[in-house]
């Protein structure tokens, strides 16, 4: 298996030199392309973006199931000092090179066992997971018909550099990680000097009581056992002290683990700073966008994925998380379409402490690549033993 592992991480490396952000990856796409050349897979490529879709087709008939890996990198300066670290101002800093490249050790080890399947696999090389819904736009250029057919079943890992020991692999039933929401806002006011401030309009202290009203409303109208986080992570305005400025803005992130949470953020939040700038004789500019749903693991393949991880890699190699993550994933998209499940998969270094490891998306973040061989075998083994 070593043989099998050094091309992996051959592929790996050669990905992590060359990161890509968004939906436009031509290097990566290239080298998804040569690394796929010459197995038995039916191979196309996105026409509005960089993705690759293969599909292996199996030696018995049968329904198809869906594995995904995603490509794009994020706009990080790495500070690894790995000799093989990308350049300046791109990073892939959340291990999708470790996915893209897993996702190719799963075809290899798949074509091996071409006749065991019985029905199809769709490999689904995906851009822009990191913000860019990369998986809706491959969804609406038919990614879940590729084998004629909508998968049963759909299957993704994705590494943690930190909280996990390195080959630990972590899932659950029904919400697995938050919905992600962005809320945008100007406050418009009118200027004037700082010291005559009843002559003006000033849009800084109502800016500051719509980012204190909005943590409220969050522990007032929330069930506390369905949680929402709701972080301001910019706020600007004003140029000097006796400045009384004409606008200031502010975004936030949201992230919420149901429909229903979802549904009441984007109505009540809006409501809720338009009476404050109304309040205050203010005018305010207003938008909340939506951007990934809730990453919901169905219960049954969750269960299937892990009775078949602690089958293939025994007891104590698979968890059930407690509860869900509050970061993010495009892959929710899928999983809104086929039931399927979403799996986090240790890769924390051996040497490091998994509690205070760099994190994903740090520019310090690295992984370890000895888990690569176990992460294509597992989503072999679930694709299958799914279609069996």
């Not at 969804?139 to 057919?149: F, K, P, R, T």
């Not at 969750?302 to 495009?330: I, K, N, W």
């Amino acid at each position: 298996m070593s043989e099998f592992q050094d091309g992996l991480v051959a592929l790996r490396r050669e990905l992590h030199a060359l990161p890509e952000l968004g939906l436009d990856l031509p290097r990566t796409q290239a080298a998804v392309l040569a690394a796929l050349d010459g197995l038995p897979l039916e191979v196309s490529t996105g026409a509005g973006l960089t993705s690759v879709t293969a599909v292996l087709r199996g030696g018995r008939p049968g329904p198809a199931v869906l594995l995904r890996g995603d490509m794009d990198a994020l706009p990080v300066t790495e500070s690894t000092g790995l000799p093989f670290a990308g350049p300046e101002g791109a990073m892939h800093a959340c291990g999708h090179d470790l996915h893209t490249a897993m996702l190719v050790g799963a075809a290899r080890l798949l074509v091996e066992r071409r006749e065991e399947l019985a029905g199809d696999v769709i490999f689904m090389f995906q851009p822009g997971e990191e913000g860019f819904s990369g998986a809706r736009h491959m969804i609406e250029e038919g990614v879940l018909e590729a084998a004629g057919s909508a998968p049963v079943a759909a299957y993704a890992l994705h590494v943690v550099s930190n909280i996990l020991p390195s080959g630990i692999f972590v899932s659950r039933g029904g919400p697995a990680m938050a919905a992600a929401d962005r809320l945008l806002v100007t406050v418009r006011g009118r200027g004037g000097h700082g010291s005559s401030p009843h002559a003006a309009l000033d849009p800084i202290p109502a800016a500051c009581e719509m980012v204190l009203a909005l943590q409220t409303f969050v522990t007032r109208r929330f069930d506390v056992f369905d949680p929402v986080v709701l972080t301001v992570g910019r706020i600007a305005g004003g140029t000097a002290d006796n400045v009384i400025p004409g606008s200031v803005e502010f975004a936030a992130t949201i992230r919420t683990f149901s429909k229903e949470s979802q549904a009441l953020m984007e109505e009540g939040t809006v409501r809720l700073l338009r009476g404050i700038a109304d309040g205050h004789g203010l005018d305010l500019d207003l938008e909340y966008r939506t951007d990934y749903p809730v990453t919901v693991n169905d219960h049954g393949e969750a269960a299937f994925a892990a009775r078949a991880l602690t089958e293939v890699f025994g007891d104590g190699r698979y968890v059930d998380s407690p509860r869900p993550f509050p970061a993010s994933e495009d892959f929710s998209f899928v999983l809104d379409r086929v039931p399927g499940a979403f799996i986090l998969l240790g890769a924390c270094p051996p040497d490091a402490d998994p509690a205070t490891a760099p994190m994903n998306h740090s520019p310090d973040a690295v992984f370890d690549e000895a888990v690569m061989t176990d992460g294509a075998t597992a989503l072999a083994e679930l694709a299958l033993r799914r279609l069996r």
